[in-house]
C-alpha cells in the first residue's frame, strides 16, 4: 500500500498572529492540499489581534502532514485538541456534570463502576465542561 | 448471640474486629449466609460524598486589642451570620459573594461563596476578615481589617443543620425549556434523569430504621471525626418503605458536628452548582455495628432494592404538589438510562460513588488501625412511631 494515503480524522487548535488573520489558510488547505475542513469555533482577539480556529481536518495521511508544514513554515503554531482540555485529578470529584452538559459523550461515566471517562477524539471544543464543573477541576485553553 | 457496642471495641483494641464496607458485604453475606456473616463481621462501615447545602461552620475568632462587637462581617467577601455574642460567627454553605450576580447574568456561574470559603479554611489558606461593629463601652473598637488562617483563632466547628439524607428524589423535566436545579441542570421534554445518592454505600440506607444511629454516634465527617448531634432538619421517617424497610424516597436526615481543625479539604469542597448556587460537597461516613442478624440483614441492601420516585422538577416540585412521575432503583439508574413511560432517558450522578466508596474503605482502615471507636448513642433517631414527618410551612400568607 502506497504510503500515506489512508484517509483520516484531526481535530487541530490553529493559533495566528495579526499578520495572518487576514490569510485565506483555509482555503489553501482544501486548494492546494486536498484536505476537507469543518470549523468548530473561530475567533479573533480584540485585545492583540491573535486569532484562533478549531477545525476538524479530513485527507490523507501525506495530505495532512504537509498541510501541518504548510501552516507551520506560515507561522501557524497547532495543537491536537487533546492538549487542551485538562482535567485536574485532585480537584474531580467523579460526579457526573460534565457528562451531563457533554453534546458528543466526550465526558462519560462508566455504568456501574461509575468512574469518570474522557475520550479526546470526540471533544468539539464546546466549553460546557469547563463551565458547569462544579468544583473548578477542569481548564481548557481551546479558542 | 446479639453482639453489644462495647464488646466490638474490645475486638477493635484487640486487633480482632472484622469489617467490611457496604459493597463488600453483599457478597459475603451472599456466599456464607446472613446468619454466619452476621457472626463473623462486627462492623459494616457506610460512606458518601455529595453536595449537603445545609452545612456551615461556627468560628469564634477570638478578641481584638481593643475588643469589638462585630455585627457585620466578610470572610473573602462572603459574609457571615453575626447575631450571636460578639465575636462568634456562622459562615454559611449557600452563602453568595457580596455583588455576586447569582441568576440575573443567566444561567449564573456563582463561582465563590461561603461553601469555598470553608474550604479554604480548611485548607489552612489565609481568609481576609472585614467587620464591622457599633461599638459599646466594653467592646469599643468599630472596624476590622484583617486575615487569618484556622489555627489562629480559637474555635471552628462544622455544624450542619441537615446531611446524609437517606434516599432522594430523581430529577426530571417535563416542561419546554431547560432548568436549572440543585439536582443540576435539567433538559427539557424528559430529557435527562439526575440523582444524588450513594445508594447501597449509603450511611442511613444501611440502618434503616435507625436502630443503631442516634445522637452522640461518631462518623467520619470531613475527613476527620464527627458526630451525629439531633435528628436533621426535615427528617421524616413516615416515607412508606419497601418490604426491607428501605424509604422509597428523601426519609431520614441528620445534623452533624465537628473539629474542623482535624477536618481535610478534600472531604469538604466549595461547590458551584451552575444555575441554582453555592453549596459544600461533604463527606461522611458512618460505621453500622452488627448488633445481631437482623442489622446484618439491613446492611445487605443492594442498589436493585432501593426505589427513589421519579420528580418532575419543571412543575411539580416548585409547585410542592407532591405528585411523582414513576418510581425507578439505583441499579437501574446506574446503568445510564432508565424508561420513563414510552423514552429512555439517560441518567446521571450528582453524587460521587468512587468518592463514597474510599471514604468507607477509609474508616475500615480507621478502625482496622484502632483509631476509631464505636459509641452508643444517647438517643436513636426518631422513627415512625414518633409521628414526626416532614410538614410544608404551616403558617399564614400575608
Request: net charge positive.
Amino acid at each position: 500500500m502506497k504510503g500515506g494515503t489512508m484517509t483520516i480524522s484531526k481535530r487541530v487548535v490553529l493559533h495566528f498572529p495579526p499578520s495572518l488573520v487576514e490569510e485565506p489558510m483555509t482555503y489553501v488547505l482544501v486548494k492546494k492540499f486536498n484536505v476537507m475542513f469543518n470549523i468548530l469555533k473561530a475567533r479573533v482577539s480584540v485585545d492583540d489581534g491573535e486569532g484562533a480556529l478549531l477545525l476538524e481536518l479530513t485527507g490523507t495521511e501525506r495530505n495532512m502532514n504537509n498541510s501541518l508544514i504548510y501552516l507551520k513554515q506560515l507561522g501557524v503554531k497547532t495543537e491536537t485538541l487533546d492538549k487542551d482540555l485538562v482535567r485536574a485529578d485532585e480537584k474531580c470529584v467523579q460526579c457526573g456534570i460534565c457528562a451531563l452538559v457533554c453534546p458528543t459523550s466526550a465526558f462519560s461515566i462508566t455504568a456501574r463502576e461509575m468512574t469518570l471517562n474522557f475520550d479526546a477524539a470526540k471533544c468539539i471544543g464546546c466549553d460546557e465542561c469547563r463551565k458547569n464543573c462544579p468544583y473548578g477541576a477542569i481548564k481548557t485553553y481551546f479558542p | 448471640m446479639p453482639k453489644t457496642i462495647e464488646e466490638i471495641n474490645a475486638k477493635i483494641k484487640a486487633g480482632k474486629a472484622v469489617v467490611c464496607t457496604a459493597e463488600e458485604i453483599i457478597g459475603i453475606a451472599k456466599k456464607k449466609g446472613t446468619k454466619a456473616a452476621a457472626r463473623d463481621i462486627d462492623v459494616v462501615t457506610t460512606g458518601t460524598f455529595g453536595p449537603m447545602c445545609s452545612s456551615g461552620v461556627f468560628i469564634n475568632t477570638g478578641h481584638t486589642k481593643p475588643r469589638m462587637k462585630i455585627t457585620k462581617a466578610f470572610l473573602n467577601n462572603v459574609e457571615a451570620f453575626c447575631g450571636i455574642a460578639a465575636v462568634d460567627l456562622y459562615v454559611g454553605a449557600t452563602q453568595l459573594s457580596e455583588n455576586d450576580p447569582a441568576n440575573s447574568d443567566h444561567p449564573g456561574a456563582f463561582r465563590y461563596g461561603g461553601g469555598h470559603v470553608i474550604e479554604d479554611l480548611v485548607a489552612g489558606k489565609e481568609i481576609k476578615l472585614r467587620a464591622y461593629g457599633y461599638g459599646t463601652d466594653c467592646y469599643p473598637r468599630r472596624e476590622l481589617t484583617s486575615s487569618f488562617t484556622l489555627h489562629q483563632i480559637n474555635d471552628a466547628f462544622l455544624f450542619n443543620p441537615r446531611n446524609s439524607y437517606q434516599n432522594y428524589n430523581v430529577a426530571v423535566n417535563l416542561g419546554k425549556k431547560r432548568i436549572y436545579t440543585y439536582l443540576g441542570m435539567l433538559k427539557p421534554g424528559l430529557g435527562n434523569a439526575n440523582y444524588s445518592s450513594a445508594g447501597q454505600l449509603s450511611p442511613l440506607l444501611n440502618d434503616p430504621l435507625y436502630r443503631t444511629i442516634g445522637i452522640g454516634t461518631r462518623i467520619f465527617l470531613g475527613g476527620g471525626i464527627g458526630y451525629a448531634a439531633w435528628p436533621g432538619t426535615q427528617h421524616d421517617p413516615s416515607v412508606a418503605k419497601t418490604a426491607r424497610g428501605v424509604p422509597r424516597g428523601g426519609s431520614g436526615t441528620i445534623a452533624v458536628i465537628g473539629d474542623l481543625k482535624q477536618m481535610k479539604s478534600q472531604w469538604l469542597r466549595g461547590t458551584s452548582v451552575v444555575g441554582y448556587g453555592v453549596s459544600l460537597t461533604v463527606g461522611i461516613g458512618i460505621p453500622i455495628p452488627i448488633l445481631d442478624e437482623e442489622m446484618l440483614v439491613y446492611t445487605t441492601v443492594t442498589d436493585r432494592d432501593i426505589v427513589a420516585p421519579v420528580v418532575d422538577y419543571s412543575y411539580e416540585y416548585p409547585n410542592l404538589t407532591g405528585k411523582i412521575v414513576g418510581e425507578t432503583d439505583y441499579a437501574s439508574l446506574k446503568s445510564g438510562k432508565i424508561k420513563i413511560g414510552k423514552k429512555t432517558v439517560p441518567t446521571y450522578p450528582i453524587s460521587s460513588y468512587p468518592k463514597a466508596r474510599e471514604i468507607a474503605q477509609t474508616l475500615k482502615s480507621w478502625i482496622v488501625g484502632k483509631r476509631f471507636f464505636l459509641t452508643n448513642p444517647v438517643q436513636l433517631l426518631s422513627g415512625k412511631e414518633s409521628g414526626v414527618s416532614f410538614r410544608a410551612f404551616g403558617g399564614r400568607y400575608r
